[in-house]
């Protein structure tokens, strides 16, 4: 069983920047996939972030592409999330996932919020 919690949300003006962390709990963190997914009020969870295990390489969606970054630390068992650039539509709760062993995250943390203002 792995456990994410996550932290760094807060509130920030437009073109402002934050760094989300998710501390893993549990074995294995380091030969899993682990990504960000958020959620807009009245909408659906979207894809953010995502790096691979074991390549590392790294995915994101077309509308952080430059301004977010998804980075590892094994030895901490933690993924960050660097934002920078931010934008009111940027505004959400940001979800920690892991494990896409199965095609889609097993595990998931209990989110953190992201306010973006004009």
């Known amino acids: 069983q792995v456990q994410l919690v996550e932290s760094g949300g807060g509130s920030v003006q437009a073109g402002g920047s934050l760094r989300l962390s998710c501390v893993a709990s549990g074995r294995s963190f380091s030969r899993y996939s682990m990504g960000w997914f958020r959620q807009a009020p009245g909408q659906e969870r979207e894809f953010v972030a995502r790096i691979m295990w074991p390549s590392g390489s790294a995915a994101y969606a077309d509308s952080v592409k430059g301004r977010f970054t998804i980075s590892r630390d094994n030895a901490k068992n933690t993924v960050y999330l660097q934002m920078h650039s931010l934008k009111p539509e940027d505004t959400a709760v940001y979800y920690c996932?892991?494990?896409?062993?199965?095609?889609?995250?097993?595990?998931w943390g209990q989110g953190t919020q992201v306010t973006v203002s004009s």
């Open positions: 996932a892991a494990d896409w062993s199965r095609g889609s995250p097993a595990y």
